[in-house]
């Protein structure tokens, strides 16, 4: 997939690229920006409607009578009231009965001699029980330490609805997941979270990013809540064994496994607003564990159960650049848990995250390799990082930290890894010129 490839949400909304859009409805999502096929782009939350051409099993079902029964009843008497048989026609009749009688009979019992069904009392084997413990490495053990903390998310707003998943943060009752998840919901729509036990509670947003397509919610009232361990993305390695849990298609409760298969894979997902203002730049983690939509928002997780990833947007067959929402041909991809861990720390914190920034306005429109700056007035910022690093208009930034960047959405995606206050240096080329520039990052509140 090439890079900065857009991305099709796995859940809530349609978005014209994406992880990032609503979970499918309940009934389920067909599923894609991990939310598909709901009114407004959400998957629908009704159940599914009778397949076309489904039979009712009642009234059509291959028993509707016994083959075997006659209707009325056997022969009557002779006319003028006499019985069908003399005496002496039934005597030779019972005799005649009696022979064909023992003629059936012993032919069936021989036959079932010979088959051996005669005396023999038949007993199925039946298998010893097994421990009901799993080995904590396997996908059944890691599953029962996950599970618990994982939550299927119903959205249900004015004009559109659908299904995502999240998972517990702390004892609090904080919960994170994808902001394309609950952004239906809007400023008046409803929150349900059902955990795994069958317990359901309302909750609030407590704030969401459309820039890092994540959002923290909040449940109250609810005891025995089991907080999943945060791992190290970072230390992920390619090969990698992992586990995904989720509530695809709103089946709540769903496993599946697979391996990391890219790092560091740069994804833009969301823009269904048309501005811009909702993309989201994803350094990603890239899975073939099957994730589909209403998987968005739910954890990633090692072998240890510790999660590595917020699973957020897939690659489906038949994808066109604004995003598809069919299922997973395993290509999933996860925001690595170490930029959320920084993010929800801030929306729990203030309700809102920062973005770091290097102070220039990009051409987005630059269809050479690299991100170019703009020429217009303004596009170094003054005073900001960038100017301070000595960097101009229409310098072409070609790498960041020795790490090759071919386009405009790809520096962001870069940049949108680390945290404000981070060093980098920039190696970029000016009138056919290479040249180094470093410089500390900045910090910029979204929209």
Excluded: C
């Excluded at 861990?341 to 050479?368: C, F, Q």
């Amino acid at each position: 997939m090439p890079p900065g490839t857009p991305a099709a949400p796995l859940g809530g909304p349609a978005v014209s690229s994406a992880p990032g859009h609503p979970a499918a409805a309940a009934g389920q999502p067909g599923a894609a920006a991990l939310p598909q096929g709901v009114p407004g782009g959400a998957v629908g939350a009704g159940p599914h409607p009778q397949a076309p051409g489904a039979v009712d099993a009642q009234a059509q079902g291959p028993w509707r009578y016994d083959p075997w029964a006659r209707a009325g009843e056997g022969p009557g008497p002779e006319p003028g009231g006499k019985a069908a048989f003399g005496p002496g026609k039934l005597v030779v009749g019972a005799l005649l009965v009696a022979l064909v009688a023992g003629g059936v009979g012993g032919g069936v019992g021989a036959y079932l001699e010979r088959d051996g069904r005669i005396g023999k009392h038949v007993t199925l084997h039946q298998p010893s029980a097994e421990p009901g413990d799993r080995d904590p490495g396997s996908v059944a053990g890691i599953a029962s330490r996950v599970l618990p903390g994982v939550v299927t998310i119903h959205v249900r707003g004015s004009s559109s609805q659908g299904t995502g998943t999240g998972f517990v943060l702390d004892k609090q009752g904080h919960i994170l997941t994808n902001n394309h998840v609950v952004e239906p919901a809007g400023s008046d729509g409803a929150i349900t979270v059902t955990f795994n036990g069958g317990q359901t509670a309302k909750a609030t947003v407590v704030g969401r990013d459309g820039g890092y397509d994540l959002a923290v919610i909040k449940v109250s009232g609810v005891s025995g809540l089991t907080p999943l361990a945060l791992g190290n993305s970072d230390s992920v390695r390619v090969g990698d064994s992992v586990v995904a849990v989720g509530a695809p298609f709103d089946l709540a409760g769903t496993v599946t496994t697979g391996i990391i298969s890219a790092k560091e894979r740069p994804i833009t997902a969301g823009g269904h607003k048309g501005d811009g203002s909702d993309i989201s730049y994803v350094d990603a983690l890239q899975t073939d564990a099957p994730i589909n939509p209403g998987n968005s928002g739910g954890p990633l997780v090692d072998a240890r159960g510790r999660v590595i990833g917020i699973n957020s947007a897939i690659r489906s067959a038949g994808d066109s650049e604004a995003g598809g929402q069919g299922g997973s041909i395993g290509l999933g991809f996860a925001i690595p848990v170490n930029q959320a861990r920084r993010v929800a720390e801030e929306l729990i914190n203030t309700g809102k995250a920062t973005h770091p920034v290097i102070g220039v306005s990009l051409d987005m429109g630059y269809s050479g390799d690299g991100a170019r700056v703009n020429d217009k007035s303004g596009a170094v910022i003054p005073g900001g990082p960038a100017e301070k690093a000595g960097i101009r208009p229409q310098d072409v930034i070609k790498k960041v930290d020795g790490t090759p960047v071919h386009s405009g959405q790809e520096l962001i995606v870069r940049v949108r890894s680390h945290r404000p206050g981070d060093q980098l240096t920039l190696t970029l080329e000016r009138q056919g010129q290479e040249r180094t520039a470093r410089l500390t990052l900045g910090s910029a509140h979204a929209g």
